[in-house]
């Protein structure tokens, strides 16, 4: 009885040898569902940011469209103006002191649809199943003369040059991203001294 015991014994796996079999495959099954978990979350980030850099892309395209002295490129006013780049990230937190002063003094939709616009109609994607990812565009402008001073509201359009900043905004989780991109345009006048160029 003892050799057909030992027999049976070789010849398969015990319940525990099984069990300990599952448990390990199933460990091995979990930590790869969380690396899927966290590529799928990567690459929505990543389709966020790329979506972005586009609408941000298209605006300073349309900026470089405009003439010089478009309404829509009068310059910003306070506290835009001193920090175009939101490095204080004021318009990222809506709790933030300043923010609705800051988000007062962007241009943004209403003065993109001003006039004519060949843009993109909407700066939000359709990501699937009726979601969408929804994106702010704002632009910022500062005008300076021939020495890189700043320009007084009322003598908009009579400087050197324009710097344009683009910020594009997007939630993301319990957070609020942004990106920036830039145009400079040369006052044509300023550039060839001949009034009424374009």
Not at 104 to 125: K, M, N, V
Not at 167 to 190: C, M
Request: net charge positive; charged share 20%.
């Amino acid at each position: 009885m003892s050799r057909m015991h030992s027999r049976r014994r070789a010849a398969g796996f015990t319940l525990i040898e099984a069990m300990v079999a599952s448990i390990v495959f199933l460990l091995g099954m979990t930590g790869l569902l969380g690396a899927i978990i966290q590529a799928r979350t990567a690459t929505a980030s990543a389709r966020r940011h790329v979506h972005a850099v586009a609408v941000a892309t298209d605006l300073v395209a349309q900026v470089q469209l405009w003439a010089y002295d478009d309404a829509r490129l009068v310059p910003s006013g306070s506290p835009c103006a001193e920090d175009p780049t939101d490095a204080a990230g004021v318009l990222l937190d809506p709790n933030a002191p300043g923010h609705a002063a800051f988000v007062a003094c962007l241009h943004g939709e209403t003065q993109l649809r001003s006039r004519p616009w060949a843009g993109l109609t909407e700066a939000d994607f359709p990501v699937g199943d009726g979601a969408w990812d929804r994106y702010r565009r704002y632009f910022i402008v500062q005008e300076v003369d021939a020495d890189g001073r700043p320009v007084p509201p009322g003598l908009a359009h009579s400087g050197a040059r324009k710097v344009v900043w683009v910020l594009v905004t997007w939630p993301e989780g319990a957070t609020v991203r942004r990106i920036t991109s830039q145009a400079v345009k040369f006052n044509p006048v300023a550039l060839t001294g001949i009034g009424g160029g374009r």
